[in-house]
């Protein structure tokens, strides 16, 4: 497991260029790469917006014979309860499994993402199958 500290924007940089190395490999798609750089960002900007100068945690592991990224974090609860709500919102779109917990003031944030997901997402067999009772026009 590799840990971020987000004390300023320029903290973000580094964390995602280092996100990118890490997953880059033939298993992970371009899109993959894309969404678990956008939570990152988005994981960082919540810890900078609630004022909390905390840690991103990263790490991939193997589940189900799946490849998964996981981010976590945790932050003192924002005044302004809409900044959660956006952050919840965008990391529903880019998840496959987010955990939000409340406990006290602070909020733990969990996401984690797929590199092979069973329901289709980065799974070009599963896209190859729904097409395959379309007509083909290539010549």
């Known amino acids: 497991m590799t840990s971020f500290t987000i004390h300023n924007g320029a903290d973000i940089v580094p964390a995602r260029y280092f996100l ?3 997953v880059s490999g033939a298993q992970w798609t371009p899109t993959t790469r894309a969404r678990g750089v ?32 996981k981010l976590s974090c945790t932050i003192r609860r924002p005044g302004d309860p809409a900044i959660i709500d956006q952050a919840h919102a965008k990391l529903e779109q880019l998840s496959n499994e987010l955990n939000f917990t409340d406990s006290d003031d602070h909020v733990t944030i969990n996401v ?17 199958e729904e097409y395959a009772d379309e007509p083909n026009y290539e010549a």
């Open 112 to 128: 984690h993402i797929w590199v092979s997901d069973y329901s289709g997402i980065n799974n070009e067999e599963s896209d190859q």
């Open 20 to 22: 990118r190395r890490r």
């Open 38 to 69: 956008a939570a990152l960002t988005i994981l960082a900007e919540l810890i900078l917006s609630s004022g909390t100068y905390d840690v991103v945690s990263v790490a991939t592991t193997k589940t189900d014979n799946v490849d998964v990224l």
